[in-house]
């Protein structure tokens, strides 16, 4: 348990008020202050999401001198990611039952443990455990920068903020395979590097968190229950599901004993965790909260652009280098323009939701785009220009910043602030997941169609198994090869952004459903201090929160005042034991 105030924090206490009061812990930080504490937050994500995707341009040089195979290939870039996607939804609940902060360094110090291990690995077994270690610190950093940020920060300022973390977000996941492929090229460097890069990086960030970070302690509570059975079988279920989607129609068939088998495992492990969840006081991810009209849409949305974040720029980088010939490293400077677009809209987007407090226009407009986007590149060949393929990009990135962090803003605004925390790791977990099984069922399409048009060369091009296995060398084709695989996986590429394209108009279509309910202004440190303050009605809200599922009013639309006070009660931050919330502009 931490203290109310880390001594080399920034001072939040209020002086009029008795230590450890609802106004000591609570009262707004300043712009200052924030940006102090979040500072740390963003180098540790950077690093982080970095981490997942800067082995990819550097496994063709790691595997050989570690001695691997190629079936070893595919388990290096997915054990990190599975251990990530697995591990959100805990992390989120762990997150509303004890110290946030002591969660955040724990997390950072699995991430630096495993990113340490893994450069130091002598055989690609210990880099696959170090991989996982690093995997399970990213899925806390994943979920709890965005809880701390809501702690913080009330719903009508986190736009500003939430714009610049999508941004991380995006910037992270495109640079990693550029930044690795310049580090494996460096020869007083190499591929150990693209582990190590990030070990600094983190104990900067630890330090600048344990001096800057301030949050109010968890409250202590006679009896707190820990659904670790649900979890286990939830993180079970998954981690099977994702294991299936990344060796199907690579290891295996689609269609085949092995898919049998994985994913009626799969099947019943999750209807095992859903029965045990519904008995729970404490469960990972509440059964309840999908009776919350915004949180559902959100996740089925939120889940719907992961598949536009991770396939545009995993089909589009194989499409620079086979399609138009170009080095990775040339590929990776190429998807600028699609992290100029995702970089531009959130931040300038996340501004405007602050100043105005309308945020719901920006969602809708965002899906129109990714629409757009994705239907522009289904049109691509092997002659289109770069420079079109550079504003087809932009328009994609724009409409994918638009939607990203604001979904997740729009979820957090409509739940009690004790369900802050699994909240968001829930609607981040389906966008994990999401991504994955879009990346997968996408790549699985892509390799399809490239065997049928390359049939005429009678199996001399290797197709891409699940989007993952290594392309075309055209350079070391013959000439009258060339033309036939540039063509073919420039109309493969373009035939999965047609079939992209109406998953992105059923996320539009979901977004127009989604509630506009005006942003809190109260932070959730404060609105979670009301919320357990008896003078303001908190008592009744706690059987509340554990009991969701016998209470189907408590997160529908006509919901508790004493929770959503702050719309329909005026004077809500003047009350006793909460202190007040002026926007900080």
């Known amino acids: 348990m931490s203290a109310p105030a880390d001594p080399a924090g920034p001072p939040t206490a209020t002086t009029d008020s008795p230590p450890g009061t609802a106004a000591d812990i609570t009262a707004p930080m300043s712009r200052r202050q924030v940006l102090q504490a979040l500072s740390g937050l963003f180098m540790g994500m ?113 736009g500003r903020y939430a714009g610049v973390f999508g941004a991380i977000f995006a910037v992270g996941t495109v640079a990693g395979p550029l930044i690795g492929g310049v580090l494996v090229d460096t020869s007083w460097l190499g591929w150990r590097w693209c582990f190590f890069l990030g070990v600094p990086f983190t104990l900067v960030a630890m330090l600048l968190i344990q001096r800057t970070l301030t949050l109010p302690p968890v409250q202590r509570r006679e009896r707190v229950h820990v659904d670790w059975l649900g979890a286990l079988l939830l993180t079970a279920g998954v981690s099977t599901l994702l294991i299936w989607v990344t060796l199907a129609g690579n290891s295996f068939d689609w269609l085949s004993a092995q898919t049998a088998l994985m994913v009626g495992g799969a099947i019943v492990l999750l209807v095992l965790a859903v029965v045990v969840e519904a008995r729970s006081p404490e469960p990972v991810i509440p059964l309840g909260l999908f009776r919350n009209r915004t949180v559902t849409l959100a996740i089925v949305a939120s889940a719907l652009v992961g598949i536009a974040m991770f396939g545009g720029t995993v089909f589009l980088s194989q499409y620079f280098q086979v399609a138009l010939g170009y080095s990775p490293t040339r590929a990776g400077l190429l998807s600028l323009p699609l ?64 939607l990203m962090q604001n979904l997740v803003l729009a979820a957090q605004n409509d739940v009690a602030a004790a369900e802050l925390g699994t909240t968001t790791s829930t609607v981040s977990f389906f966008r994990s997941l999401g991504g994955t099984i879009g990346v997968s069922v996408l790549g699985a399409i892509l390799a399809a169609r ?136």
């Not at 690995?121 to 920068?145: E, K, P, W, Y």
């Not at 129109?368 to 504003?391: E, K, P």
């Not at 891409?464 to 540039?486: H, K, R, T, Y």
């Open 450 to 585: 490239v065997a049928d048009g390359l049939g005429a060369l009678g199996g001399g091009a290797p197709a891409p198994g699940g989007g993952e296995a290594a392309a075309p060398d055209v350079s070391a084709l013959p000439p009258e090869v060339v033309a036939l695989v540039q063509g073919t996986y420039a109309d493969a590429t373009a035939e999965l952004f047609l079939v992209a394209t109406p998953l992105a108009a059923l996320a539009l279509l979901v977004v127009l459903f989604i509630p506009e309910k005006p942003l809190k202004t109260t932070s959730g440190s404060q609105r979670l201090a009301e919320e357990q303050d008896p003078a303001r009605g908190g008592e009744e809200q706690a059987p509340a929160r554990s009991g969701e599922e016998q209470d189907p009013a408590r997160s529908g639309e006509e919901q508790d005042p004493a929770r959503s006070g702050e719309e329909q009660d005026p004077a809500r931050g003047g009350g006793e034991g909460s202190a007040p919330a002026p926007l900080a502009h």
């Open 339 to 402: 992290v100029a677009g995702l970089l531009v809209s959130s931040t300038v987007v996340g501004g405007l939701i602050t100043r105005n407090g309308l945020w719901k226009r920006w969602l809708v407009l965002g899906g129109v785009l990714m629409v757009a986007g994705f239907g522009l590149l289904a049109t691509i060949d092997a002659a289109t220009s770069t420079w079109l393929l550079g504003a087809y990009m932009v328009v994609l990135g724009a409409g994918v910043g638009m």
């Open 46 to 158: 950077f690093v982080a999401i970095l981490a997942a995707t800067v082995v990819a341009n550097a496994l063709p040089t790691i595997i050989p001198e570690l001695g691997g195979s190629q079936s070893v290939y595919t388990w290096i870039v997915t054990a990190e990611l599975l251990a990530m996607t697995a591990t959100v939804p805990l992390w989120g609940k762990l997150a509303d039952l004890a110290d946030q902060k002591l969660l955040i360094q724990l997390s950072f110090g699995l991430f630096l443990v495993g990113s340490v291990l893994a450069g130091a690995s002598q055989d690609t077994t210990m880099l696959i455990v170090a991989r996982v270690l690093q995997g399970a610190g990213a899925g806390g950093l994943t979920a709890l920068v965005q809880i701390v940020m809501a702690a913080m920060i009330p719903p009508r300022e986190l």
